[in-house]
T-cell receptor, first 114, second 114 residues
């Protein structure tokens, strides 16, 4: 158990809908990272927050947004969902703001868009 | 530019055999970190090791060992006396200070047959 929690574990929804994925980092960690893992594209970095502020942005679509709250938990919002958004979404946390810190991953949320 | 290559897409061995997973990286930075993660069939990403570029000592943890060679830009992972529970996808990743995100290899799927 990495100490990172993600909810829900599974999510099935329809195209055009909006969903919110939630992540709680390990105790003491200030950074939260979001990744998307699809079968054909491997692990794709989406976005990083450090202590409530956006720190780095990767290949995140405009339909996707995220935030980190004062209690350090984070939410990833996915809207106008398409079939291609079906994937495993991971949250990871680390102590500091640099990617050289070890990232500990949550169990993931498996999103299926029908 | 930075890059991580895991040339072995899939490896299949019989239980109790030793197996080595290759990881070759590219970076011009002199300070960098290398990581290995394991993704079992259940889907979670499990951190295995973090190594910085100034520490070329090999690491051993039980049946797992890592061989870091800067001369060949490789950070290979060996499992000794493999077990069925070692079956997973293994990812190698690189982090440098000049890049805000982890650079991931494509992963090697390891199948251990009983």
């Amino acid at each position: 158990d990495s100490g990172v929690t993600q909810t829900p574990k599974h999510l099935i929804t329809a195209t055009g809908q909006r969903v919110t994925l939630r992540c709680s980092p390990r105790s003491g960690d200030l950074s939260v990272y979001w990744y998307q893992q699809s079968l054909d594209q491997g692990l794709q970095f989406l976005i990083q927050y450090y202590n409530g502020e956006e720190r780095a942005k990767g290949n995140i679509l405009e339909r996707f947004s995220a935030q980190q709250f004062p209690d350090l938990h984070s939410e990833l919002n996915l809207s106008s969902l398409e079939l291609g958004d079906s994937a495993l979404y991971f949250c990871a946390s680390s102590a500091g703001q640099v990617p050289t810190d070890t990232q500990y991953f949550g169990p993931g949320t498996r999103l299926t868009v029908l | 530019a930075q890059k991580v290559t895991q040339a072995q897409t899939e490896i299949s061995v019989v239980e109790k055999e030793d197996v080595t997973l290759d990881c070759v990286y590219e970076t011009r930075d002199t300070t960098y970190y290398l990581f290995w993660y394991k993704q079992p069939p259940s889907g979670e990403l499990v951190f295995l090791i973090r190594r910085n570029s100034f520490d070329e000592q090999n690491e051993i943890s039980g049946r797992y060992s890592w061989n870091f060679q800067k001369s060949t830009s490789s950070f290979n992972f060996t499992i000794t006396a493999s077990q069925v529970v070692d079956s997973a996808v293994y990812f190698c990743a690189l982090s440098v200070g000049s890049n805000y995100q982890l650079i991931w290899g494509a992963g090697t799927k390891l199948i251990i047959k009983p």
